[in-house]
């Protein structure tokens, strides 16, 4: 798979080489495109910013002249005699406008100074000299109504069309001020008597028209698009000059990076290979995720033990280069076993081997799997035996129960198993008898059922007391099954060398 994906993007990059300049000239109108839209988008959303600053500055303003004006002017003119205070102010003597009429008049003033925009300031309940021209007008300012008495603080403004441009509509509400209430309750031509302190009285709504912004920026984008356009042009020329040289250089680049990517893949695969032999699958990935630390606890995990009984005799009749192939042959053979029944082989300490069963994924049938191993052990050490004419024995032991799996350390990783349970079958191994499988009572109960069993009796282990402990003999098939695998195997239970002293009863 990798050497189809190294292939395919090798004609991929020599496809592109071929077409650099039009490649290039595609990208650049591909960044061109792009640049104007992110450009185009960015203006829009600055016009806009600029609009609610700009439209919320003039509310703000207007806010504050008219609670000034009512404050300041309005106040002290209640203290004068004979001056009245009325929004036809400009048809009688000794008159000054309402704060309304005030405000209205100021946002007339402001449309004079800026064609195009529009202040007003509207009510559900205008006045009766109003009425033409102060209720909402439109579904805008209906829905603008609606919105600020419920949300007094909150504006409502909305980017529309709006007598034909695009325009920015903002409104906000005009909350009756503690020196309004008085008299707009007592005002003899007033809508609404029972005004409260922070009530909605009204709504002052400001629209601003976009369409000259819009069009300049619109000017602004074109400029830049031609300015970007020749910056293009010259930067594919200048390209173009140098790729005939970049193109030779490539060559023998890419040449050497095949050589180069070749061997890197090659070392790859037995790096790969090499961690998979020492580690299994799983927390080989895990290590190159990069965990630093990898431990998982396993409620139910079944490990062996096996130790070759004689091999040191052994090793005093011949040289070691032969001892060495005569144990690399026997332990090729249990990985093949272990691989088979598929255990998780932990290690080998000499002419120890380690085996568990339920990690690093759990499985249900993980004792069942360690007695097959157990049993097929014991036939190819028998094998072995009539091919060299030796006279080697296997001691091995199995216990059942929780452990800790993991790998510590930062160099010379081994996937290693922690806990009691792994104690434990040491114990059964190194206190067992030549020939024999020796389990615990832990292990005896998972398998009674399936498997024949010798009891052994109550035997005193190092560092755990009294212990009974049992004897796997075979697994319960038929007599002639038996038979047949009697013939096969080459093995009986006469065959296990176990020494009837250490055997105290027969059980199954």
């Not at 910056?231 to 990076?257: D, H, P």
């Not at 800790?404 to 434990?424: E, H, P, Q, R, S």
């Amino acid at each position: 798979m990798d050497k189809l994906i190294y292939r395919v993007t090798t004609l991929f990059i020599h496809q592109l080489y071929k077409r650099t300049v039009l490649v290039l000239s595609l990208m650049f109108c591909i960044g061109i495109i792009v640049s104007l839209s992110n450009t185009y988008h960015l203006s829009s959303k600055l016009i806009k910013s600029q609009a609610i600053q700009h439209v919320t500055d003039y509310a703000e303003t207007i806010k504050e002249a008219r609670t000034l004006y009512s404050s300041e002017v309005v106040a002290h003119a209640m203290t004068i005699e004979g001056l009245s205070i009325t929004h036809d102010y400009k048809t009688k003597e000794e008159a000054i406008p309402l704060p309304a009429t005030f405000l209205i008049e100021l946002g007339e003033r402001i449309q004079l100074k800026n064609p195009g925009m529009s202040v007003r300031l509207y009510s559900n309940y205008p006045f009766p000299w109003r009425q033409a021209e102060g209720g909402p007008r439109d579904d805008f300012e209906l829905k603008a109504i609606r919105h600020l008495e419920k949300n007094p603080d909150l504006p409502f403004y909305k980017f529309v069309e709006f007598q034909g441009r695009p325009s920015f509509r903002y409104t906000q509400a005009d909350i009756m001020k503690p020196s309004c209430v008085s008299c707009h309750n007592n005002h003899p031509d007033s809508p609404k008597k029972d005004w409260k302190v922070g009530d909605v009285r009204g709504v002052l709504e400001i629209t601003q028209p976009l369409d000259s912004t819009i069009k300049m920026t619109n000017a602004g984008l074109r400029d830049t698009f031609f300015t970007l356009a020749g910056l293009s042009v010259l930067g594919v020329a200048g390209l173009t000059l140098v790729i005939s040289k970049l193109r030779r250089t490539s060559t023998e680049l890419e040449r050497r990076v095949v050589e180069r990517t070749a061997e890197l893949a090659e070392e790859k695969e037995k790096s790969e290979s090499l961690l998979l032999n020492i580690l299994p699958e799983q927390i080989a990935e895990r290590l190159k995720q990069g965990h630093q630390q990898i431990a998982d606890g396993f409620a139910e995990v079944t490990i062996l033990f096996a130790d070759i009984v004689g091999f040191t005799l052994l090793s005093e009749k011949i040289p070691p280069e032969e001892l060495v192939i005569l144990l690399n042959k026997i332990f090729s053979e249990f990985d093949r076993l272990s691989d088979r029944h598929g255990l998780e082989k932990i290690k080998t300490i000499g002419d120890a081997y380690m085996v568990a069963s339920g990690l690093p994924i759990p499985r249900t049938d993980h004792v069942e799997a360690v007695a097959e191993m157990a049993l097929d052990m014991q036939q190819a050490i028998a094998e072995f035996n009539l091919e060299h004419n030796c006279q080697l024995s296997i001691r091995i032991g199995i216990n059942s129960g929780p452990v800790i799996a993991g790998v510590i350390g930062t160099k010379k990783f081994i996937y290693d198993l922690w806990g009691d349970a792994v104690n434990t079958a040491s114990r059964m191994e190194s206190h067992g008898i030549p020939g024999a499988i020796q389990v615990t009572t832990s292990t005896y109960h998972l398998l009674q059922n399936k498997y024949i069993f010798q009891e052994r009796g109550v035997i005193s282990v190092k560092g755990k007391g009294e212990m009974k402990t049992y004897l796997l003999v075979r697994r319960k098939i038929s007599t002639t099954q038996e038979i047949s695998k009697r013939i096969d195997r080459k093995i009986d239970i006469s065959e296990s060398k176990i020494n009837p002293r250490d055997i105290k009863g027969l059980g199954e």
